[in-house]
């Protein structure tokens, strides 16, 4: 890609973020960035900041200081709603999905479509619109599920994980945060995840992971960028780096920088 | 009944690629089933149970099959079956409500006070009952949703606090000189058909409806399932949680009022041990005190189970006692039951 710099403000950017729990400074000044379509993966050693980074992305927890703009514009998240409304959407590790109900009710959840007319005065669901918008876009993401109304205790970790993801692709219209998302997973129920996330990129999704899995990282990601010690030390193109690239810069031995322009 | 397993997610995930489409023109009944698979198999079990039993005691006793003695088994129920269905929206946000019968009492003797001292209309006191029971629920909800307070914790207290009040209003005493007229809820008729099950029906069919189709009503599984995920949907969930206390409240306000009516007097003492019907009617039902899960239909047919189990021990002349001990071995089974599947579906996992 050769766009022209500056032309296209990154749709997600944190700049100089810094974050404190009493003494302890687990982020100091922190940049980070994804531009539109882009898989950026974020690597770094337990205790580089990497969780506490994406909290603050996400609107978990705020920031001390430093500034985040969506799109170039600054924003402040003071809850997750705020930043879900700002269109970043966020999978944690312990996926946050309501066992008990169907796939189609957790993929719209809390987002609920009402029926039209009275009903919908009356706070009645219109649950076959949302059956089928929940099979339409699980279908487009390619996530295969038994059916829409299976409730998601029934299904594999492969298939909650899916779902999870796709709850988060679904709605973001900017940017989904991956936490981990296939640390729990076999081999086969990984790939399907990581369709999951390639699907939404050719969708023009802007998708974050946070990975400790080097081969997949270099795998999946147009790009990586390395915390440690509370700050971004290295930036790389996925395709221009090494697994041993990626450990010398998770533990200090290389600090690289490049201008954003040889990045993209 | 349409009861198919679900595809075993232990097998190879592969196994899921030549599925069926995610969604046809499957009939909506059966998307409806497998939204609540497990509770349908509780209430299903729940429901062969109380066939057979009902069977049995057609045969074993001439005197059971008859409209007197089912309008009788039906008016019994349904001050248990009311507040039963507030137990059963507590139980699927993973609370639990204790102060159930105090808080009946509580209603059941302002709602006679209120008649006798005040002149107030049967219906007026009714409004007043359900209005106690409602305030009494938002000191539960306030206590759980806001102080976070367990739920066993914050209703054992209005369970102790709400008797204590019934005492000091009425010093222990019964209020009776009651107009007949306060007999129409509990002991009325319309159109023949015993007014307390009229109201049964109406409380119950509402409160299904609430639940399955509204959007409160999936909050409702969803905080029980998991509060935190339903937080992080962007669920008011405090406000929601409250709401259910006291909609709960509401309804066990309305049960003690029937509860009064049908012995035409308030009573300080009722109620006594009637959360434990209530829960067990849930439970055997196939509500889930791990929260999510649960349906008015099977809370419906629990509290019938244990009402025809001790209205057919009296047509046997079986010892009122071992009614509790029967009751007590339904409850068993029923929560070991819930508990079986739990595990089989987290081995999934």
């Known amino acids: 890609m050769s766009t022209v710099e500056g032309a296209d403000p990154p749709v997600l950017e944190a700049r100089g973020i810094v974050k404190r729990f009493g003494h302890v400074e687990a ?24 969780s506490t980074l994406i909290k603050v992305l996400s609107g978990a927890q705020p920031h001390d200081e430093g500034e985040i703009l969506i799109g170039g514009r600054p924003e402040r998240f003071s809850s997750p709603v705020d930043a879900r409304r700002a269109g970043v959407e966020t999978v944690y590790q312990d996926l946050a999905v309501a066992d008990d109900l169907s796939v189609a009710a957790n993929l719209y959840l809390g987002r609920e479509i009402m029926l039209g007319g009275l009903g919908g005065l009356l706070g009645l669901l219109d649950k076959r619109a949302m059956r089928r918008g929940a099979a339409e876009a699980l279908e487009q993401l ?36 991956l936490d981990e998302p296939t640390a729990a997973l076999g081999v086969v129920q990984t790939q399907r995840v990581l369709e999951v996330v390639d ?63 040889d990045l993209r | 009944m349409p009861m198919r397993r679900p595809p075993r997610s232990d097998r190879p995930d592969t196994a899921a690629t030549g599925i069926e489409p995610a969604l046809g023109t499957r009939d909506r009944l059966h998307a409806r089933l497998q939204e ?25 006793s001439p005197n059971f099959l008859t409209a ?100 000091i209003i009425t010093g222990a005493v019964g209020v009776y000189s009651l107009p007949e007229s306060f007999q129409l809820l509990g002991n009325g008729q319309i159109a023949g058909i015993p007014f307390a099950i009229v109201i049964t029906a109406i409380v119950a069919v509402s409160a299904a409806f609430m639940l399955s189709q509204s959007r409160f009503g999936q909050y409702v599984y969803a905080m029980g399932s998991n509060m935190e995920a339903a937080r992080r949907s962007g669920i008011a969930v405090r406000r929601n949680l409250t709401a259910v206390y006291v909609l709960a409240g509401a309804l066990v306000g309305l049960g003690g009022m029937v509860a009064a009516s049908r012995v035409n007097s308030g009573q300080p ?26 349906r008015i239909a099977g809370t419906l047919i629990g509290a019938f189970l244990i009402a025809v189990v001790r209205n057919g021990s009296v047509l046997l002349g079986i010892n009122i006692h071992y009614q509790q001990v029967i009751v007590g071995l339904i409850i068993w089974a029923a929560v070991y039951f819930d508990q079986y599947r739990r595990r089989r579906l987290e081995a999934r996992g």
């Open chain 1, 199 to 261: 699907r939404a990129r050719d969708a023009g999704m802007s998708v974050v992971l946070v990975s400790h899995n080097m081969p997949q990282v270099l795998e999946i990601a147009d790009r990586v960028e390395v915390m440690r010690l509370g700050r971004r030390t290295a930036r790389f193109r996925a395709a221009d780096a090494t697994t041993d690239d990626l450990v010398a810069a998770m533990t200090g031995a290389l600090v690289t920088e490049p201008e954003d322009a």
């Open chain 1, 27 to 50: 982020l100091r000044g922190a940049d980070f960035a994804v531009h539109r379509g882009e898989v950026v993966a974020l690597i770094g050693d337990n205790g580089a900041g990497k």
């Open chain 2, 36 to 60: 609540h698979l497990a509770s349908a198999v509780s209430e299903f079990t729940a429901a062969t149970a109380l066939v057979v039993l009902v069977i049995a005691l057609s045969f074993a």
């Open chain 2, 68 to 167: 007197d003695n089912l309008f009788n088994i039906g008016s019994q129920t349904a001050v248990i079956a009311i507040i039963a269905v507030a137990q059963t929206m507590v139980i699927i946000t993973k609370g639990i409500d204790l102060s159930v019968g105090s808080v009946a009492a509580l209603a059941g003797v302002v709602g006679a006070i209120v008649v006798r001292d005040l002149g107030f209309s049967v219906w007026e006191a009714t409004v007043v009952a359900i209005a106690v029971g409602a305030a009494a629920g938002l000191a539960n909800g306030l206590l759980v949703a806001g102080a976070r307070l367990p739920p066993f914790i914050a209703t054992l207290g209005m369970m102790s606090a709400g008797r204590g009040l019934v005492f």
């Open chain 2, 269 to 294: 003492n009722y109620g006594i041990g009637l959360e434990l019907d209530v829960i067990a009617a849930a439970v055997i039902g196939g509500a889930s005190l791990f929260g999510g899960q649960g």
């Open chain 1, 142 to 177: 390619g996530v295969r599920i038994p059916r829409v109304t299976t409730p998601i205790a029934m299904l594999s970790g492969g298939q909650r994980q899916s779902v999870a993801v796709a709850r988060a692709v679904i709605w973001a219209t900017s940017v989904v945060i």
